[in-house]
Antibody
Framework: QVQLQESGPGLVRPSETLSLTCTVFGGSISNYYWSWIRQPPGKGLEWVGYIYYSGGTNYNPSLKSRLTISVDTSKNQFSLKLRSLTAADTAVYYC?????????????????WGQGTMVTVSS | DIQMTQSPSSLSASVGDRVTITCRASQSISTYLTWYQQKPGKAPKVLICGASSLQSGVPSRFSGSGSGTDFTLIISSLQPEDFATYYCQQGYSVPRTFGQGTKVEIK
């Protein structure tokens, strides 16, 4: 059974860079898309961006200038770097798997999620 | 970006009630629509994808319908474990976008 686990710091200072890693357990990172999704406290879900296992990326335009997502297939991991943090970036950050529209068609969904990691931006 | 608007934002219902949640897309998304359930402190869980396909293991009291811009999630007989927040999400284009959520509370 595939499981995802996020790791990274819980507290980051304003203007600094957030680095998070998602490790895939129980399955291969190959042949799937891997997304980051965040949720500010008490608020809704925001898609951050995705990476395909082969390295292609797509980012939310609202974050694109500050965001880099990368993949390390040898470690079965993918990572997020978000620069120039402000308090508005405080959120639970989830990693999630999705098969892609080419494979799943209209049934494409974030089918497996990590448990989430809370990131607070504060001095 | 495609905007997803859910209604209501919250509702109170009793066990056994029929509950209807709607989701409207700002442009046509065919049937590229997924419904999620999220409980406090937990990650969202897929209930329905492709607007009407029940995910494996999800109780049959959940159903989805719609295409184009208007979609509906129905819980035919609300159970205690169904009190949660429900989100719709479009998979038609990037950026992927979610509705703002509908919180289902105990009456």
């Amino acid at each position: 059974q595939v499981q995802l686990q996020e790791s990274g710091p819980g507290l980051v200072r304003p203007s600094e860079t957030l680095s998070l890693t998602c490790t895939v357990f129980g399955g291969s990172i190959s042949n799937y898309y891997w997304s980051w999704i965040r949720q500010p406290p008490g608020k809704g879900l925001e898609w951050v961006g995705y990476i395909y296992y082969s390295g292609g990326t797509n980012y939310n335009p609202s974050l694109k200038s500050r965001l880099t997502i990368s993949v390390d297939t040898s470690k079965n991991q993918f990572s997020l770097k978000l620069r120039s943090l402000t308090a508005a970036d405080t959120a639970v950050y989830y990693c999630a798997r999705h098969p892609g529209v080419a494979v799943a068609g209209d049934r494409e969904a974030f089918d497996i999620w990590g448990q989430g990691t809370m990131v607070t931006v504060s001095s | 970006d495609i905007q997803m608007t859910q209604s209501p934002s919250s509702l109170s219902a009793s066990v056994g009630d029929r509950v209807t949640i709607t989701c409207r897309a700002s442009q046509s998304i065919s049937t590229y629509l997924t419904w999620y359930q999220q409980k406090p402190g937990k990650a969202p869980k897929v209930l329905i994808c492709g607007a009407s396909s029940l995910q494996s293991g999800v109780p049959s009291r959940f159903s989805g319908s719609g295409s184009g811009t208007d979609f509906t999630l129905i819980i035919s007989s609300l159970q205690p474990e169904d009190f949660a927040t429900y989100y719709c999400q479009q998979g038609y284009s990037v950026p992927r976008t979610f509705g703002q959520g509908t919180k289902v509370e105990i009456k």
